[in-house]
């Protein structure tokens, strides 16, 4: 009996403890809807090259190395070496301006990619591509940590993640409609134009939380030894 009745509700407490960073509930819906387009448009681009391919390869008379290159190992290196750097930015420095200058950065080498006159230069290009995107999905996850308590940031990230499925979908069908049209030089111009309106988007619109009221509490136990001193 006791010992039921001693056992704190450490859950309940933990649930009025957090505190958005946003207190209007459509405005953080909408932080995550713009989130989900931005991984939406990250796999997209970054799965575009792989619908191209048979367009590309010809013309560059690229080899089984230059495709493998091309269709990801450019990518994933750079994406991997500067995730971690970059997610250490989002933690000291903010969010709001690394995810905007990441789309700018990203949107700009895929349109760039349009004019490559050979796979080399397609393959450059390909490494500031991960370069770019590397700095979105820390900073993302990391604002969806401010945004939802514990009970909500599981669903809140998986809204995020949606985007990686819709935008693998997105890939295979732009790529397919575009490619007779517009020739895969143009598909690539086209594809950098999302990421100018997220990025404005972003910048006229997201309200970024200052990150050392955001992630970091205080330490209740330093402060209650300052006023127990003091009484």
Known sequence: GRGGSAAP??????????????????YRKYVLFLLFLIATLQTTDRNIPAILLPKIGP???????????????????????AT????????????KYLIAVSLV???????????????????????????GEAGCTPAAQSLIAVMYGPSERATAMAVQQLGLA???????LIGGLLIDSL????????????????????????????????YLRPNNGGSGGGSGGSG
């Open 59 to 81: 013309e560059f008379n690229m080899t089984d190395a230059d495709a493998g290159m091309l269709n990801g190992a450019a990518f994933v290196f750079i994406y991997a070496l």
């Open 9 to 26: 509700d450490m859950s309940g407490e933990m649930a009025e403890e957090f505190k958005s960073c946003y207190k209007d509930a459509w």
């Open 166 to 172: 819709v935008g693998t979908a997105a890939a295979n």
């Open 84 to 95: 971690i750097p970059l997610a250490r930015v989002a933690d000291m420095c903010g969010r």
């Open 105 to 131: 950065v990203w949107s700009t080498l895929t349109s760039l990619s349009g004019l490559s006159q050979n796979a080399t230069q397609l393959c450059f290009l390909r490494v500031g591509i991960g370069l």
């Open 183 to 214: 020739g895969w030089r143009g598909v690539f111009g086209v594809m950098g134009i999302p990421g100018y309106l997220l990025a404005a988007l972003i910048v006229l619109t997201l309200e970024d939380p200052p990150v050392e009221k955001s």
